[in-house]
């Protein structure tokens, strides 16, 4: 029984997810963590307080510079609000979401006037306007809606049922720009989905003259035997990269004891390797439009972080700097609104990586499904794939905490 207990703890998970507002800017983080399909309660229990904080903890993202009002929305159990797990977590940030379908009782609905009053703000998951959701909306601050599974006459219908009471409307799963702009015309306030991370393409789109230098620095970087004096002068042409470098590398982050005062002294002080990990992440960030989602940039160097932990640990015969560059890369369709075919003939990857970010199902595939798995949530096809791919699971949820923690410092220290 004791290493049915174990087994189970061992397959705890967490992710977030990011809740924009109609501009897309950050509201706030959507925390996922839960047990595997075959979990019971009392394992989740037994841990549940320490959990929260964990996740917590990972999404507080990126650290002091993460503004007050970015919500932390977490899903609760009716158990778990009359156990008070929610005051584990910080008033005022903290989005107390409960399934329509719980039952509402007197002490469910008193426990819901109580986190109303200490400033935790409370939304209805999954809500359709069901018997029960009625007894609930009266105490919610917002509903959250599936916009993927319903067509535009139901929203319509749930929606203006919503308003009456004045909550807040939150669209999930929405997954592409017609669903985006739906949601928009029926008057929601904030949008999640995969949408943010993969917008529909742009038939005829082209990389312009920026982005194309850009993308030929990071082929520059990645050669297998640089040339420093060539890549030093390259970087020096990109003044902003070039300040912003020195200004890095010269802060007591580094703690070098001369100054920096050339790109080509940064290579040699600092080292090629580590340098170029930060070069990697600066060009990514500025080949971001300013129109994008600052989580794209962090997003992306967190899955290429994440991809190299779990591949040294794993120690799989894949080589960790292409596992690292496979998730930095994975997110630039996203980026450029264009189909990543168009993208890969700049980039400096193998042909199996290429056809990876295409869509092609090979092992490269795979690890990118581990990736979104875990962003999304989907606890039991990561589980599958954790089990295909021989990983540990318990490293696998480590390498994520750690990449998350990687990502945030840097975004942090260099001000992107």
Not at 64 to 92: C, T
Not at 301 to 329: D, H, I, W, Y
Not at 331 to 341: K, Q, Y
């Given at each position: 029984?004791?290493?049915t207990?174990?087994q189970?703890?061992d397959?705890?998970?967490f992710a977030?997810q990011?809740?924009?507002?109609?501009?897309?800017?950050l509201?706030?983080?959507?925390?996922?963590?839960?047990n595997?399909?075959?979990?019971?309660?009392?394992?989740?229990s037994?841990?549940?307080?320490?959990t929260?904080?964990?996740?917590?903890?990972?999404c507080?993202?990126?650290?002091?510079?993460m503004p007050d009002?970015?919500?932390?929305?977490?899903?609760?159990?009716?158990?778990s609000?009359m156990d008070k797990v929610p005051?584990?977590?910080?008033?005022?940030?903290?989005?107390?979401q409960i399934?329509?379908?719980t039952?509402?009782?007197?002490?469910?609905?008193?426990?819901?006037?109580?986190?109303?009053r200490?400033?935790?703000?409370?939304a209805?998951?999954?809500?359709?306007g069901r018997?029960q959701?009625?007894?609930?909306?009266a105490?919610a601050n917002?509903?959250i809606?599936?916009?993927l599974?319903?067509d535009?006459?139901?929203?319509?219908?749930?929606?203006e049922?919503?308003k009456q009471?004045?909550?807040k409307?939150?669209?999930?799963r929405?997954?592409?720009?017609?669903q985006?702009k739906?949601?928009?015309?029926?008057?929601?306030?904030?949008f999640q989905g995969?949408?943010?991370k993969?917008?529909?393409n742009?038939n005829?789109?082209?990389l312009r003259?920026?982005e194309a230098v850009?993308l030929?620095l990071?082929?520059?970087?990645?050669?297998?035997?640089?040339?420093f004096d060539?890549?030093?002068e390259?970087?020096?042409?990109?003044v902003s990269?070039s300040?912003?470098?020195?200004?890095l590398l010269?802060?007591p982050?580094f703690g070098?004891?001369?100054?920096i005062?050339?790109?080509?002294?940064?290579?040699?002080?600092?080292?090629w390797k580590m340098l170029?990990?930060?070069?990697?992440?600066?060009l990514?960030?500025?080949?971001?439009?300013k129109?994008?989602?600052?989580?794209?940039?962090?997003?992306?160097?967190q899955?290429?972080?994440?991809?190299q932990?779990?591949?040294?640990?794993?120690?799989?015969g894949?080589q960790p700097?292409s596992?690292f560059l496979?998730?930095?890369?994975s997110?630039?369709g996203?980026m450029?609104?264009?189909?990543?075919?168009k993208i890969?003939?700049?980039?400096?990857?193998?042909?199996e990586i290429?056809?990876a970010?295409c869509?092609e199902?090979n092992?490269?595939n795979?690890?990118?499904e581990?990736?979104s798995f875990?962003?999304?949530?989907d606890w039991?096809n990561?589980?599958f794939?954790?089990e295909?791919?021989?990983?540990?699971?318990?490293?696998?949820?480590r390498s994520?905490?750690?990449s998350?923690?990687?990502a945030?410092?840097?975004?942090?220290?260099?001000g992107?």
């Amino acid at each position: 029984m004791a290493k049915t207990q174990d087994q189970l703890y061992d397959k705890i998970f967490f992710a977030r997810q990011p809740i924009l507002t109609q501009d897309q800017k950050l509201w706030g983080y959507e925390l996922l963590f839960r047990n595997s399909s075959d979990a019971t309660s009392a394992i989740i229990s037994d841990d549940y307080n320490a959990t929260l904080n964990v996740a917590a903890d990972i999404c507080a993202a990126p650290g002091e510079k993460m503004p007050d009002n970015v919500k932390l929305v977490v899903n609760f159990s009716h158990k778990s609000i009359m156990d008070k797990v929610p005051y584990s977590l910080p008033a005022g940030k903290t989005v107390v979401q409960i399934p329509e379908t719980t039952p509402p009782t007197p002490n469910l609905i008193n426990a819901l006037k109580e986190l109303s009053r200490d400033n935790y703000y409370i939304a209805i998951d999954d809500f359709e306007g069901r018997p029960q959701g009625e007894f609930l909306i009266a105490y919610a601050n917002a509903v959250i809606i599936d916009v993927l599974s319903k067509d535009e006459k139901t929203l319509c219908k749930i929606c203006e049922h919503s308003k009456q009471y004045g909550t807040k409307l939150i669209a999930k799963r929405v997954e592409n720009m017609s669903q985006f702009k739906m949601a928009q015309k029926l008057g929601f306030d904030f949008f999640q989905g995969f949408y943010f991370k993969r917008p529909e393409n742009i038939n005829g789109r082209k990389l312009r003259a920026g982005e194309a230098v850009k993308l030929k620095l990071l082929k520059l970087i990645e050669s297998p035997t640089p040339d420093f004096d060539i890549v030093a002068e390259a970087l020096q042409n990109d003044v902003s990269i070039s300040y912003r470098l020195l200004t890095l590398l010269n802060s007591p982050t580094f703690g070098f004891s001369q100054k920096i005062h050339s790109i080509k002294q940064a290579i040699t002080l600092a080292g090629w390797k580590m340098l170029k990990n930060w070069l990697r992440v600066i060009l990514l960030t500025d080949l971001t439009s300013k129109e994008k989602s600052p989580e794209l940039p962090l997003l992306a160097t967190q899955r290429a972080n994440f991809l190299q932990l779990v591949t040294k640990e794993a120690k799989n015969g894949l080589q960790p700097e292409s596992m690292f560059l496979l998730g930095l890369f994975s997110l630039l369709g996203a980026m450029f609104d264009m189909p990543m075919s168009k993208i890969t003939k700049f980039l400096p990857l193998e042909r199996e990586i290429s056809a990876a970010l295409c869509g092609e199902d090979n092992i490269y595939n795979r690890y990118l499904e581990l990736v979104s798995f875990f962003e999304a949530g989907d606890w039991d096809n990561l589980e599958f794939v954790i089990e295909e791919l021989k990983l540990d699971a318990v490293a696998v949820s480590r390498s994520y905490y750690e990449s998350s923690q990687w990502a945030n410092s840097f975004f942090q220290i260099s001000g992107s």
